[in-house]
């Protein structure tokens, strides 16, 4: 296991380290992405869809659990599982479909769904380490 750790000064420099990861992304992957609300995950997400060469708009699937993102060099899934109580509200979306597909995933609060996560899954965590600058993170990302 290896682990990369990036300083996000703003949002824009998280964005773009999104991109990146959305353009070394190969099919099958899956991204769990925890941080506190505000972090970034989001804006992670949309860099990641515009690495993957989606054109179009990201929104947060807070309300929905996920949106899906076609048209791009691969797939994209985008979940966010904070409203999930129990892991086996996932079987409603056929959430294997996606996460052992050839799209990628990224999986907002993976904490909620812990059981079904794969092993293999890159976790990143996305956290506030400068309480004087509410815009710098310290991005941690384990493959």
């Given amino acids: 296991m290896s682990m990369e750790i990036y300083e996000s000064k703003n949002r824009e420099e998280t964005y773009e380290l999104g991109v990146e990861l959305g ?3 190969k099919a099958g992957d899956i991204f769990a992405v925890n941080g506190d609300l ?19 708009v990201v929104n947060s699937p807070t309300f929905t659990v996920m949106q899906e993102y076609i048209g791009g060099r691969l797939d994209f899934y ?7 109580e129990e892991a086996e509200e996932m ?5 294997e479909e996606y996460f052992f ?20 899954a890159v976790k990143i965590n996305m956290e506030y380490d400068r309480p004087e600058d509410i815009e710098h993170r ?4 384990e493959r």
Avoid: N, S
């Fill in 23 to 25: 353009r070394k992304a």
């Fill in 38 to 56: 505000g972090a970034g995950k989001t804006v992670l997400a949309k860099g990641m869809a515009k690495g993957l060469g989606y054109e179009g």
């Fill in 78 to 84: 985008h979940f966010d599982t904070y409203r999930i």
């Fill in 91 to 95: 079987y409603e979306l056929d959430y």
């Fill in 101 to 120: 597909g050839k799209g990628v995933c990224l999986i907002e609060w993976p904490g909620q769904i812990e059981e079904l996560i794969p092993e293999g």
């Fill in 138 to 141: 310290r991005i941690t990302i």
